[in-house]
């Protein structure tokens, strides 16, 4: 197999190889058979979405239940936290009760329950069945220590088997560049999300891609609760400036999976529907719904301000005066793990309170004395180090710094376009 998975590497695959190897490796264990479990056919259109990474990455928290207010179906696997990327499991995990662990037929099951409006609650987000794509947990392992890791078309096959497993009607993809991904430059994101477009597309699943940028966390929290709390402030109109960038993230890429669902017609069309659907209070009660489903206490929901607070807790202050130029989402994510907020193994558990909470971000103007960000941790020895290494990762200007596009290019298999940034506005 390590002969082989070096072949590929050196040799690469066609399209229909890796198709071929990501379907081979669906069939290596189960798989969601809609309609086996949904006989009545009343889980519409199933539309999901992958993220391929990053520091902040919270936008799963809104946008499945945002999504879902639409009538169309989320049946969404996510995964835990490893090293500087944060998970979305964990996050959820953060809210007492929380179930994420479902058989498959119970996983349709929950998607079927009825909410408190009496219509299936449609949004699920579970972790991926043990005996899901077994063959891909294998070939990991051995691609981890033969330098394979970062062959295109084993990234493909690895990424697409999960996602393919669930059977989706379509599929949005969220592939990201920059210094807190796993993808250096634009130019690799974009290979990556071709590859990962036509192996959907010749799976049968229709298949669409956002490149966005992580040079920076996205919105204006790192850590599990701090993040669930920020979405649900986005749900509950009360969001700050600083959670923009999120927004705009969660409100295109919702967009597009409203147009692939067949909800609107154009990707403004959807963004803007999908903007509608967080002001009027009908993602927050999806999401509502989809905790007290999953068995989670709902009362932080309602009142997240009465969630139990990190033990140790320190400001970090601005040393001058100055425009914020950067913020290095990688060693902020580090930090994280430092803190407890994430881990360094799969064995590791996490504390769901320790985080990072920026009260400035780039392109702002900062005095010296102005706090930057909050950390926050039951770590009381690693409180000052992280502090320093929170500091250490703002970069400041003397002028005024332009800020680069978010969302760069969108990707289908007829091609590339470059974002048009307007649909935003």
């Known amino acids: 197999m390590t002969a082989w998975l070096m072949a590929i590497c050196l040799n690469g695959m066609t399209d229909e190889e890796t198709a071929t190897l990501t379907e081979a490796m669906i069939k290596s264990g189960v798989?969601?058979?809609?309609?086996l479990y949904d006989n009545n056919k009343k889980l519409s259109h199933k539309v999901d979405k992958h993220s391929t990474g990053g520091v902040g990455d919270k936008v799963s928290l809104i946008l499945a239940p945002l999504v879902a207010s639409f009538g169309l179906t989320v049946p969404m696997m996510a995964g835990r936290g490893l090293g500087h990327t944060g998970g979305t499991i964990d996050k959820?995990?953060?809210?007492?009760?929380?179930?994420?662990?479902?058989?498959?037929?119970e996983f349709a099951q929950l998607l079927l329950s009825?909410?408190?409006d009496?219509?299936?609650?449609?949004?699920?987000?579970?972790?991926?069945?043990?005996?899901?794509c077994p063959a891909d947990k294998r070939m990991y392992a051995l691609r981890d220590v033969t330098s394979t890791v970062q062959s295109l078309p084993l990234q493909t096959s690895s990424i697409m088997s999960k996602k393919i497993a669930e059977r989706p009607d379509s599929l949005v993809l969220d592939v990201k560049f920059g210094n807190g991904s796993f993808n250096d430059n634009v130019e690799e994101s974009l290979e990556l999300a071709k590859r990962m477009i036509q192996t959907g597309e010749l799976c049968g699943i229709k298949t669409t891609a956002l490149i966005t940028r992580m040079d920076e966390p996205l919105g204006c929290t790192v850590g599990n609760w701090l993040e669930v709390k920020e979405c649900i402030d986005i749900m509950a109109c009360n969001e700050s400036d600083l959670s923009k960038d999120l927004i705009d993230v969660t409100l295109a890429l919702s967009g597009q999976m409203l147009v692939q669902g067949g909800k609107a017609d154009t990707l403004k069309q959807g963004i803007t529907m999908a903007r509608a659907n967080i002001l009027?209070?009908?993602?927050?009660?999806?999401?509502?719904?989809?905790v007290t489903a999953q068995g989670g206490d709902v009362s932080f929901i309602d009142s997240p301000e009465?969630?139990?607070?990190?033990?140790?807790?320190?400001?970090?202050?601005?040393?001058?005066?100055g425009y914020i130029e950067s913020i290095d989402s990688m060693e902020i994510g580090l930090t994280g793990v430092l803190i407890g907020?994430?881990?360094k193994s799969v064995e590791e558990s996490v504390d769901f309170s320790a985080g990072?909470?920026?009260k400035k971000k780039s392109g702002m103007f900062v005095n010296e004395g102005d706090v930057l960000a909050e950390v926050f941790t039951g770590r009381g020895d690693v409180l000052d180090n992280a502090v320093q290494r929170v500091l250490d990762a703002f970069s400041f200007s003397d002028k005024a710094v332009d800020m680069p596009s978010l969302i760069t290019n969108f990707v289908t298999k007829d091609g590339v376009e470059d974002f048009d940034q307007s649909l935003l506005v």
């Not at 798989?31 to 309609?35: A, G, K, N, P």
């Not at 959820?92 to 037929?105: D, M, P, V």
């Not at 009496?118 to 899901?132: H, R």
């Open 31 to 35: 798989e969601m058979d809609w309609q």
């Open 92 to 105: 959820l995990e953060s809210i007492s009760g929380f179930r994420t662990q479902y058989s498959a037929k």
């Open 114 to 116: 009825e909410g408190d």
């Open 118 to 132: 009496g219509s299936p609650l449609k949004a699920a987000i579970v972790s991926p069945s043990t005996n899901m």
């Open 280 to 290: 009027n209070g009908k993602a927050l009660n999806k999401f509502r719904q989809m």
């Open 306 to 321: 009465k969630y139990p607070q990190a033990k140790h807790y320190s400001k970090v202050i601005s040393p001058q005066q």
């Open 341 to 343: 907020a994430g881990r």
């Open 356 to 358: 990072i909470l920026f």
